[in-house]
């Protein structure tokens, strides 16, 4: 069982950054692959990022490339999405999420999820 609590969210205007935390429980946090998704209002659920247990390999959705960046330490049981350069349109609720098997987290399938944190972007 993964126990996720998220946070660093909050209300930057266009153009800002945000770091986002999640902390896990659990003994085995690094051997999970670690998924960020967001939904905003209206809209269903979206991929954010992921990263692999071991950091080797992170992936991103194409309307984030280039602007989050996502991270981990196992040591901290802790996986983090540094957002920059912030738009209205990533305004949403973001959640963490926790995947034991890699293809599952490939196809997005994730078990595991935190309450999620607000994220505002004012134009």
């Known amino acids: 069982q993964v126990q996720l609590v998220e946070s660093g969210g909050g209300l930057v205007q266009a153009g800002g950054s945000l770091r986002l935390s999640c902390a896990a429980s659990?003994?085995?946090?690094?051997?999970?692959?670690m998924g960020w998704f967001r939904q905003a209002p209206g809209k269903e659920r979206e991929f954010v990022a992921a990263?692999?247990?071991?950091?080797?390999?992170?992936y991103y959705a194409d309307s984030v490339k280039g602007r989050f960046t996502i991270s981990r330490d196992n040591a901290k049981k802790t996986v983090y999405l540094e957002m920059n350069k912030l738009k209205p349109e990533d305004t949403a609720v973001y959640y963490c999420?926790?995947?034991?098997?890699?293809?599952?987290?490939?196809?997005?399938?994730?078990?595991?999820w935190g309450q999620g944190t607000q994220v505002t972007v004012s134009s």
């Open positions: 999420a926790a995947q034991g098997q890699r293809q599952r987290a490939l196809r997005y399938e994730y078990d595991y």
């Open positions: 659990g003994r085995t946090f690094s051997t999970y692959y």
């Open positions: 990263i692999s247990w071991n950091v080797r390999n992170t």
